[in-house]
């Protein structure tokens, strides 16, 4: 019984190097500018991690399903589109929110049903919605952005927990994470996703329904991409379609670098906050010491590649680490 623990210890083991990153990057941005401990850049970064950090909870599940989704910033930029287009038309911004989240969830539908449905492979589909949806957005919105949202939504985007340096956006980002948490790692669905991407013929046989909980991850991806598509826009106070362009790279390589098998069937919710934490924490810091975005570009890379590597080198290190403790002589045994 004690070989199904040892990809258990060793994803502990990397969440707490990224735990350790975090503190080390911590360290080295209030090296690097004095502003950088205060209350409100702390503030400022965390408010703009919120929608990389809200689509990384979905985008988690459906990688650990080894499944992925590409699309989910040109859904952030069609929903916001929508948004714009709709509150333009005068239509009453609870209803527009609500026709908002709606096509977000069916874009995931449409996801999830050529992925499960036909049989497609899920990067290619996404790669194909991917263009398909940003083109939405601008036959929706075209190159115009609406900016004159009331006060009171735009306040929900970019506001403060009164009394507190903490964005209203950051407390429905952890209980959401409070949510997924306990669903991935203390539910029959979570344990299912875990057998889903690590065998999905052996997850059929045993009865797991595996297209439609696929179906389920899509439609939970693309309505939470349209989720952060309203904080978005009412934190920027503007709703254009090339909102979020390229937030899937940051998505990608925050659940990747927290700890999740980019084959599936491996990974955890903790993990993959602390990587979004880093990554922001990293961009922030170099921010604010005036680096200019090309090698923010560049960092993002190169954090990309080490999401892939970093948690393979550590399983594999561990696995010889193992295979050499299996292979020594024990001390009075023949």
């Known amino acids: ?66 499944e992925i989704d590409l699309s989910v910033a040109s859904i952030v930029g ?60 601008y036959a929706l919105l075209g190159d115009r952005a609406v900016a004159d949202f009331p006060p009171f939504w735009t306040n929900l985007g970019f506001g403060l927990v009164p009394g507190t340096q903490i964005p209203i956006p950051a407390v429905a980002f952890v209980l959401l994470a409070i949510i997924t948490a306990v669903v991935l790692h203390a539910t029959p669905f979570g344990r299912s996703l875990y057998a889903i ?42 709703a254009r379609a090339d909102n979020a362009a390229g937030l899937e790279l940051a998505v990608i390589a925050a659940v990747l670098l927290g700890g999740v098998s980019i084959f599936g069937g491996r990974g955890s919710v903790i993990g993959v906050i602390a990587a979004v934490f880093l990554i922001g924490i990293i961009q922030n810091a170099l921010t604010l010491a005036d680096v200019p975005n090309e090698i923010l570009t560049i960092v993002t890379g190169l954090l990309l590649i080490l999401s892939v590597l970093g948690p393979n080198l550590a399983a594999r290190f561990k696995t010889a680490r193992q295979q050499r403790l299996n292979t020594q002589p024990q001390g009075g045994t023949l």
């Open 78 to 137: 069609m929903c916001s589109a929508l948004l714009g287009v709709l509150w333009a038309a005068q239509v009453p911004m609870p209803l527009a929110i609500l026709a908002t989240l709606t096509l977000g969830a069916l874009a995931g539908f449409l996801n999830g049903w050529l992925v499960t449905r036909l049989g497609l492979p899920s990067l290619a589909v996404t790669i194909g919605t991917l263009a398909l949806y940003r083109g939405l957005a």
């Open 1 to 66: 019984m004690s070989v199904p623990n040892r990809p258990r210890r060793s994803l502990l083991g990397w969440e707490s190097t990224i735990l350790a990153l975090v503190v080390v990057a911590l360290l080295m941005g209030s090296a690097l500018h004095d502003a950088f401990l205060t209350g409100p850049n702390l503030s400022n970064l965390t408010s703009n991690l919120v929608e990389i950090a809200l689509i990384a909870l979905t985008m988690t599940l459906v990688v650990i399903a080894a």
């Open 197 to 238: 991407g690590a065998n999905e013929v052996a997850a059929r046989f045993a009865g797991l329904r595996v297209e439609r909980t696929k179906l389920l991850l899509f439609i939970l991806s693309g309505l939470m991409s349209a989720f952060a598509a309203v904080i978005y826009t009412f934190r920027f106070s503007s």
